[in-house]
């Protein structure tokens, strides 16, 4: 068994607090990607027309297809990534991870034929006893902006390790 | 156009209409898919067990979260604009999990020129168990 650790705090998060990442930029959306997210979210029932039928889109305040808020273009990208060096789940204090909620600011939408930029930063963390024994809290920020610089949407994630 | 909902006709605790899908490997397979989503815990039993959830591998929270979204956008409309969302994930989304996508109206307020509500949301499973409380404000048209 090894000695309980007094704080879950890495010195990788100390050194990276308040530092924003390098813009990942995104393959061109496309009217395909948009329509095969919609059917996916709404499965098994027929998505809104919003989101695949340009003539209705034209009618509504969007003027064009949209893609549904909770969008990813950043899915599929090539090189394919290689999976990050994680240690297997439960193997210790401090190795047990859980996704622990996210809140979102949605400013601007994204159309097919959109180039998404995308930049994270650790903003903050806060450490605690929980039922779980020592717990972290980690909040990233990720902010998107689209080829034209416009804000896309402010997110922040929550993860838990504990 | 289509136009569910003006600002003027809501009032604060109104329940809007829940949204409900019971959940399995194909919704979560479709997620996995457009998302590239693709994780042993979503997809496979004992690792899901390995993950310390007995009943084996379960939902996706960002599913949950899609939803939650679906629930704001189809009552709201599209002349609507949902401007923020944001959520705890307390529960996981066991495999056929009959889940209810829940909102009620808090407050109402005008803010730089834009007529909001905000809510109280959260996915609940056929327990009655919440899964992932959370708030919504979506700007709404106007009849002025």
Redesign the interface.
């Known amino acids: 068994m090894s000695e309980k650790l007094d704080t879950l705090v890495t010195q990788n998060m100390l050194d990276k607090r308040d530092q924003w990442s390098e813009p990942r930029v995104s393959r061109p959306v496309s009217e395909s990607?948009i329509r095969?997210?919609a059917?996916?979210?709404?499965?098994?029932e027929e998505p809104?027309k919003?989101y695949w039928n340009e003539d209705y889109a034209l009618?509504?305040?969007?003027e064009g297809i949209v893609a549904?808020?909770?969008f990813?273009p950043f899915?599929?990208?090539v090189p394919v990534p290689s999976a990050p060096p994680t240690p297997p789940?439960?193997t210790g204090q401090g190795t047990?991870a859980?996704?622990?909620?996210?809140?979102?600011?949605?400013v601007t939408p994204i159309r097919p034929g959109d180039v998404i930029s995308s930049s994270t930063a650790l903003v903050d963390w806060n450490e605690r006893e929980t039922r779980l024994g020592l717990t972290l809290f980690s909040t990233n920020e990720t902010r998107w902006t689209n080829q034209d610089g416009a804000l896309v949407k402010i997110s922040?994630n929550?993860s838990i390790r504990y | 156009?289509?136009n569910n909902v003006y600002w003027e006709d809501i009032e604060v605790g109104y329940e809007i209409p829940k949204w409900t899908r019971k959940t399995d490997l194909?919704?979560w397979n479709?997620?996995a898919?457009?998302?590239?989503?693709f994780i042993y815990i979503h997809m496979d039993d004992d690792a899901g067990r390995?993950?310390?959830n007995e009943q084996g591998a379960f939902g996706m929270?960002?599913?949950r979260?899609?939803?939650l979204?679906?629930m704001l956008?189809?009552w709201a409309g599209?002349?609507a604009?949902?401007?923020?969302?944001?959520?705890?994930?307390r529960a996981i989304n066991q495999k056929n999990d009959v889940l209810d996508c829940v909102g009620t109206v808090v407050a109402k307020r005008v803010e730089n020129g834009e007529h909001l509500v905000d809510l109280e949301i959260n996915v609940i499973n056929q327990s009655g168990q919440g899964t992932?409380p959370?708030q919504a404000t979506v700007v709404l048209p106007t009849r002025s």
Do not use: C
Not at chain 1, 39 to 44: L, N, Q, T
Not at chain 1, 98 to 104: D, E, K, R, S
Not at chain 2, 33 to 37: G, K, L, T
């Open positions: 990607d095969k997210w059917i996916a979210v709404y499965w098994p809104p919003l009618s509504t305040r969007y549904p808020l909770d990813n899915a599929w990208p789940m439960g047990n859980m996704n622990g909620g996210q809140a979102v600011e949605y922040k929550t | 156009m289509a194909m919704h479709r997620y898919a457009v998302n590239d989503e390995a993950g310390a929270g960002n599913l979260f899609a939803y979204h679906n956008r189809d599209d002349e604009w949902v401007k923020a969302v944001g959520l705890q994930y992932a959370g």
